[in-house]
């Protein structure tokens, strides 16, 4: 009997509520314009765009009346329909020449009076940078007003992106000789276990606050290059058991440990000016101890939620950091308009930017003098 292959596939899944305030100034759009949306699963940097559609709709031609020969061709009616509209987009490189996955979308009620919309979905093989998936059609716009989805002029979506993973095959001998199916690696929930019970912690960190951490010096310096350095180069922490952390709040300390025992980041699913604070200084610190993967995680999230009021800290926070990214998109939100130059300009962060980053000022002025061209 002939060996089978199966591949076996796991999916990871990622939901994030979406707000679109101000709605009825969206329709305004073109079907050129969109709202965008970034983060990260599985490695891979995604948009979701927001736009208004425009669907034409075409109808047969009316019939002939009885008794009547067709003396010319009718042309076909056609109307249009607008739609709320998404587009899922791939911004990074497909690592195995080709990413699969899938974006639904369905409406929801933040008073909780309304049942969600029908979930819509499109999946989408990603092949390439700058990949981007069939139009995914939410509701007609006409339809939005008197759907009860419409609360103080927003509107919400739930948005959930699953990325297919592939796994190595597992050949079958054969029916008497089946192995077992092989679990995920749960490698990570073993490492924050052991953070979590300190069992052989050899090291301690001890905060500003008073508050204590214990810790592994070979998980943290297999992890950090700063921390390689300070536990087994030729600092004075090498034979330390304990260590001084200063200017750092202990919920940020603690997140971090996390992520460099577990590679998972917190989620980051509180109100958005909270998300902000916390991404912000969960970036600095990543940056302070070489976690490159939590920086760039704090980057993408820190990129989809940039408003008036965070513009200018967040910038000072790229600029101090070194985020292209980021800094680039606080650049094109300031400059996108006279008017939202000068709310910023308002703003206590921008007195903050002045003072600590005052050679980015001239790249605001750049860029908006060639907005203004």
């Known amino acids: 009997m002939e060996h089978g292959c199966l591949n076996l596939t796991e999916a990871v899944r990622s939901v994030h509520l979406l707000k679109i305030d101000g709605y009825a100034a969206t329709t305004t759009m073109s079907s050129s314009d969109c709202i965008k949306f970034r983060w990260n699963i599985d490695g891979y940097e995604w948009e979701i765009r927001f736009y208004h559609y425009c669907k034409t709709v075409s109808a047969p031609p009316p019939p002939c009346p009885a ?34 996955a899938n974006l ?56 959930t992106i699953t990325v297919l993973k592939g796994l190595p095959d597992i050949v079958i001998p054969g029916k008497k000789d089946v192995p077992l199916p092989i679990p995920s690696s749960d490698l990570h ?60 709040q202990a919920d940020i300390f603690k997140s971090m440990l996390h992520f460099i025992y577990t590679d998972m980041a917190p989620e980051l699913d509180e109100e ?25 995680i704090c980057e993408g999230k ?18 101090q950091h070194n985020c292209s990214l980021l800094k680039s998109k606080c650049v094109e939100f300031i400059a996108r308009s006279p008017e939202t130059l000068d709310a910023v300009l308002a703003t206590d962060g921008y007195k903050h930017l002045v003072e600590i980053c005052p050679l980015v000022l001239t790249e605001l002025v750049k860029a908006a003098h060639g907005r203004g061209n």
């Open 67 to 100: 008794g009547t020969r067709r003396l010319f061709q009718y042309a076909a009616c056609t109307s249009k329909e607008y739609w709320v509209a998404l587009k899922l987009t791939l911004l990074g490189r497909a690592r195995a020449g080709k990413v699969r």
């Open 189 to 248: 929930r073993h490492l924050g276990e052991l953070l979590q019970g300190q069992r052989g912690a050899d090291v301690t960190f001890v905060l500003d606050s008073g508050e204590r951490f214990p810790a592994h010096k070979n998980i943290l310096a297999a992890r950090s290059p700063v921390f390689m350095a300070e536990f087994f180069g030729h600092m004075n922490e090498r034979s330390s058991q304990s260590v001084r952390i200063e200017d750092m």
């Open 302 to 319: 820190l990129c989809g939620g940039i408003d008036v009021d965070t513009v200018a800290t967040t910038l000072a926070l790229a600029e």
């Open 272 to 296: 958005p000016e909270a998300v902000t604070t916390m991404a912000q200084h969960l970036l600095a610190a990543a940056d302070r101890y070489g976690l490159n993967r939590l920086k760039m």
């Open 104 to 159: 639904s979308c369905r409406l929801v009620d933040p008073s909780h009076k309304h049942e969600p919309s029908k979930v819509e979905s499109v999946s989408y093989i990603f092949e390439y940078v700058g990949n981007v998936s069939p139009e995914l059609l939410l509701m007609k716009t006409d339809d939005v007003a008197a759907s009860g989805y419409l609360r103080n002029g927003s509107l919400l979506l739930e948005c």
